[in-house]
């Protein structure tokens, strides 16, 4: 089993709350054994602005499954949650990509791993930061806290207190 992968969650319709803890179930039973969780972060949206804030949240699993097998895995629990892509960076109940797959860098149209735009949001680094602050970037060499550091995104990333 491939430990070190990193998934991030997100959700900015109905209840986030629930949108998020169903998706971490599915993730279980579909993709791999979750090891751990950040806390719930609220984030302003990131692309497009105009719309509700999101709950994300950074989950590690631990799978047998390969990263395309893995990448299937997660679009089948979106859809089955229902979401729906309209519109990219637009509002949706659920989203979830993958980070890091241990230090695996693949670049293909498909799947690109690791997530090309974990340098430029707070709202993956911030939580990344609290599960794994020294877990090093395979192709920009930095770690999370370094990443952090360096980001450009000025929006706002704060603990959800429930």
Avoid at 94 to 102: A, H, R, S
Wanted: aromatic content about 6%; some cysteine; hydrophobic content about 40%.
């Amino acid at each position: 089993m491939t430990n070190g992968i990193y998934l991030l969650s997100g959700s900015n319709i109905g209840d986030r709350m629930a949108n998020l803890a169903g998706a971490v179930d599915l993730i279980e039973k579909e993709a791999g054994t979750v090891v751990a969780q950040s806390q719930l972060y609220e984030t302003e949206a990131w692309g497009i602005e105009k719309q509700p804030l999101f709950l994300n949240q950074v989950i590690e699993i631990a799978t047998d499954l390969n990263p395309h097998l893995l990448l299937h895995h997660l679009l089948d629990i979106e859809k089955k949650m229902g979401r729906e892509r309209v519109i990219k960076w637009g509002e949706r109940l659920i989203d979830l990509d993958i980070l890091y797959y241990g230090n695996t860098v693949i670049e293909e149209p498909e799947l690109k791993i690791p997530h090309p735009y974990i340098s430029q949001r707070r709202f993956t680094l911030i939580p990344l930061c609290e599960l794994a602050p020294l877990l090093v970037h395979p192709v920009l060499k930095k770690n999370q806290l370094e990443l952090l550091n360096d980001c450009p995104d000025p929006l706002k990333v704060k603990i959800y207190n429930t």
